[in-house]
């Protein structure tokens, strides 16, 4: 069975702070994706990444950043510099096969308030 | 643009009544959707999995006889809340996968009254 944890519920950081949202998965795949999404009060998921289990490089864009530790089975996300617009709560997804492109298995979510 | 249209953003009905809530692949073809349920500050559950002239496979712990699913052509997926109650209020959202890449829709919000 697979599993996301994201132990961190509620966030609160003042504008400009840097903060860190944790993931830690559990699959028995050894072919698996991991996704973030960002989830406005609208409602919508919005795509933020996809890693899949055999590219352990860091990425950045822009001012996000995800640091992925198959040793620790995590994939953590670093917004750098935080601004108001960042408030929203983020999902952490793991999904198995070998495209990507099927059901997902999300973590708990984290709601992170940027205060400005 | 958007891939995946669902429709309606967000429906009010009565108790008792059904719901009928539309997932549409645009531009390509999706022999599998995705269906998720989220209740308010939870996250997202799979209820099922519909597929193209078959059967949906349904989650452990959701009625299927509730949770109606069709997914009759290659671009579009039904899922029919039937005989609606308070407890069916709920974000209910579709997914579907295209070229390795996954396309979610914009959700649709049913609140019963």
């Known amino acids: 069975a697979q599993k996301v944890t994201q132990a961190q519920t509620e966030i609160s950081v003042v504008e400009k702070e840097d903060v860190t949202l944790d993931c830690v998965y559990e699959?028995?795949?050894?072919?698996?994706?991991l996704f973030w999404y960002k989830q406005p009060p609208s409602g919508e998921l919005v795509f933020l990444i996809r890693?899949?289990?055999?590219?352990?490089q860091n990425e950045i864009s822009g001012r996000y950043s995800w640091n992925f530790q198959k040793s620790t089975s995590s994939f953590n996300f670093t917004i750098t510099a935080s601004q108001v617009v960042d408030s929203a709560v983020y999902f952490c997804?793991?999904?198995?096969?070998?495209?990507?492109?099927?059901?997902?298995?999300f973590g708990t979510g984290t709601r992170l308030t940027i205060i400005p | 643009g958007a891939v995946v249209s669902q429709h309606p953003s967000w429906v009010i009905c009565k108790s008792g009544t059904s719901v009928k809530i539309e997932c549409r692949s645009l531009?390509?073809?999706?022999?599998?959707m995705f269906w998720y349920r989220q209740f308010p500050k939870q996250s997202l559950m799979l209820m099922a999995t519909?597929?193209?002239?078959?059967?949906?496979?349904?989650e452990q712990g959701v009625e299927k006889d509730k949770f109606l699913i069709n997914h009759a052509s290659l671009t579009l997926s039904t899922l029919t809340v039937t005989s609606a109650h308070p407890e069916d209020s709920s974000f209910y959202i579709c997914?579907?996968?295209?070229?390795?890449?996954?396309?979610f829709g914009n959700g649709t919000r049913l609140t019963v009254t």
């Open positions: 531009d390509f073809q999706a022999t599998t």
């Open positions: 997914s579907a996968g295209q070229g390795g890449l996954l396309h």
């Open positions: 699959t028995r795949d050894t072919t698996y994706y």
């Open positions: 890693r899949n289990s055999f590219d352990e």
């Open positions: 519909s597929n193209e002239g078959s059967k949906a496979t349904y």
């Open positions: 997804a793991l999904s198995g096969g070998n495209f990507g492109n099927e059901k997902l298995t």
